[in-house]
């Protein structure tokens, strides 16, 4: 099996906009959870707060042209492919606006004018698209990448074997990123996966993987470059498992009595990976108070464009509908 090895170092520079990016995430996902617990967001909402890295350190490694296909817990994975805040939150509140015009909502997020194939509401959805994108890149002979996302509970779904079968089988370029949060709703790890360690379920297809802490930005960046270029020369799929954390409830309104008492807290004191970045750019408060301002005003600005959005006519109710 071909070994894909890490590549070089990330300047401070480009660290400091992943601190940015990632916070600006992370105060997206907390004031959703504020609006949709006063009551303003319907449907059913999942964070990925404490994921953060593993979207930021995917997307940003991507090029002009590769495309990703996002899971239930997409917020992240939506802003870090470029889709402006004002255009997921106006989504969240069900506006025309939004980047499904209102009609998807929060699982739903769409901008495949940005190379988002989408959220999933079905779990491993996302996979066989992503498998049929990176076909059709490797039949027009094009150098782009297409990334799934999913978590460690997907990796029991049908469509996850089916996907790296066929992707390892055709040689097609895609990247499979598992962001391994060790969860699966309230069902942890131990009682939903028969290993320990999921990169086997890559070699039972002959697929190479890599294995890195998903809280390191760093290491989640020199990876993903790695893995994306692989794939793009024409040397097959890569299997990308990232260890990470959810530091939170699987759903915003969760009240998580199946965890373990104090592993929330323990976890959001040691491995917070906002925290890990600030402490290793050594941020002065200063700095942070800024990067957080500017956070805030962005996620503030995107709450009032949503609110002054245009609500979907009930008439176009059944418009899009095809089954
Ligand atoms: C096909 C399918 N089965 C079950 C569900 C219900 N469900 C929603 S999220 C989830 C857990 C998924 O766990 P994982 O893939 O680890 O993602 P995480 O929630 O940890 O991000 C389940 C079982 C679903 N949405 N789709
Ligand atoms: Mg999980």
Sequence with gaps: MAKV??????????LREFFREMLLIRRFEEKVEER???????GFLHVAIGQEACAVGVCRALEEGDVIASTHRAHGHTLAKGTHPNEVMAELYGKLEGTSHGYGGSMHLYDVERGNLGANAVVGGGLPATVGAALAFKMRDEPRV???????????????????????????PAVFVCENNH???????KQQLPIEDL?????AYGMPAMHVDGQEIEEVYASAVAALDHARGGRGPVFLLLETYRLTGHYVGDPQVYRPKGELQELRETQDPITKLREKLELSDEEFEQADREAHELVEASVE???????????????????
């Design 5 to 14: 090895e890490k590549k070089g170092s990330v300047s401070e520079e480009l």
């Design 36 to 42: 949709f617990r006063a009551g303003e967001l319907p």
């Design 146 to 172: 297409a990334v799934a996302f999913f978590g460690d509970g997907a990796t029991n779904i049908g469509t996850f074997h089916e996907s790296l079968n066929l992707a390892q089988l055709w040689q097609v």
């Design 183 to 189: 969860w699966a709703e309230s069902t942890p790890a």
């Design 199 to 203: 990169t086997e379920r890559a070699a």
């Design 305 to 323: 464009f949503a609110k002054a959005g245009t609500d979907p006519r009930p008439e176009d109710a059944l418009k899009n509908l095809y089954a």
